[in-house]
C-alpha cells in the first residue's frame, strides 16, 4: 500500500471540523497533551493541531486502517505537534497512556458498543487532571424530548448495522460520568442536530 493509499477521507470530518474547532477554543488548555479516542481518518486532529500549534496532539484508534491514515496525513501536513497514533481500545482495562491535560472524542459514543463509553469515561477520569475536559460530539437522545426525524432514521440505520449500535440517553452518559468524577458542564447545540457536550474533570 502506498502512502497515498492509506489516507482515509470523511465527508462529516470536513463539515463539522469548523464547529467543533469554536467549541474546543472555548475550552482546551493553553498548553498540553490532547487525546483524541477514536481519530478514524486523522482529518480531525490535523485540523485542530494546526488550529492550536501550542497544543500537543495524540491521536488513536484501535484499527490499523485508521492509524495509518492519521500518520499518512500528519506526515503530508508536516505536523510537528501531532505524535504518532496509539492503538486505543476504549472498552480495554488499561490504555498505553498515563496522562492527558484534555481529551476529546468525536462521533464515538453512538458508533460502538456501550462498554466504550464505560471505557472513555473511565479512562478519563484517570487521565484527567483536576479541571481536564472531555469534550464529545455527535448526536444524543434526551430525556422527553423526540428525536428528530433525521436522527431517528440514523439510529435505525446504526441497529441495523449493528444492535450494539445507537443514539445514547445523554442523561445515561452524565450518570456514568459522575462515577468516574465527571461534571456535565456545557451542552452546546451543533450543526445537523449534534451535540457538543464537555465534561469537566473534578
Not at 87 to 95: G, I, K, L, N, P
Not at 141 to 167: C, H, K, Y
Not at 171 to 189: C, M, P
Amino acid at each position: 500500500m502506498s502512502s497515498q493509499d492509506a489516507k482515509l477521507s470523511s465527508p462529516s470530518a470536513l463539515r463539522n471540523r469548523g464547529p467543533i474547532a469554536e467549541l474546543l477554543r472555548h475550552v482546551l488548555p493553553d498548553s498540553g497533551t490532547v487525546l483524541e479516542i477514536a481519530s478514524g481518518s486523522g482529518e480531525h486532529v490535523i485540523h485542530f493541531a494546526r488550529l492550536f500549534p501550542n497544543l500537543v496532539w495524540q491521536p488513536s484508534d484501535p484499527s490499523p486502517e485508521a492509524r495509518a491514515s492519521v500518520q499518512d496525513w500528519v506526515k503530508s501536513e508536516s505536523l510537528a505537534n501531532v505524535l504518532p497514533p496509539l492503538d486505543v481500545d476504549a472498552s480495554a482495562e488499561t490504555w498505553p497512556i498515563a496522562a492527558a491535560d484534555a481529551m476529546i472524542a468525536i462521533n464515538m459514543v453512538h458508533i460502538s458498543p456501550w462498554p466504550a463509553t464505560q471505557g472513555l469515561l473511565g479512562g478519563a477520569g484517570k487521565l484527567l487532571p483536576s479541571g481536564g475536559v472531555l469534550v464529545l460530539y455527535g448526536p444524543y437522545r434526551r430525556r422527553g424530548q423526540p428525536l428528530v426525524p433525521s436522527n431517528a432514521d440514523f439510529d435505525t440505520s446504526l441497529r441495523a448495522r449493528n444492535p450494539e449500535w445507537g443514539i445514547r440517553l445523554l442523561e445515561d452518559v452524565e450518570s456514568l460520568a459522575k462515577k468516574s468524577g465527571l461534571t456535565l458542564t456545557s451542552v452546546t447545540e451543533m450543526p445537523a442536530n449534534n451535540l457538543g457536550v464537555v465534561f469537566t474533570r473534578q
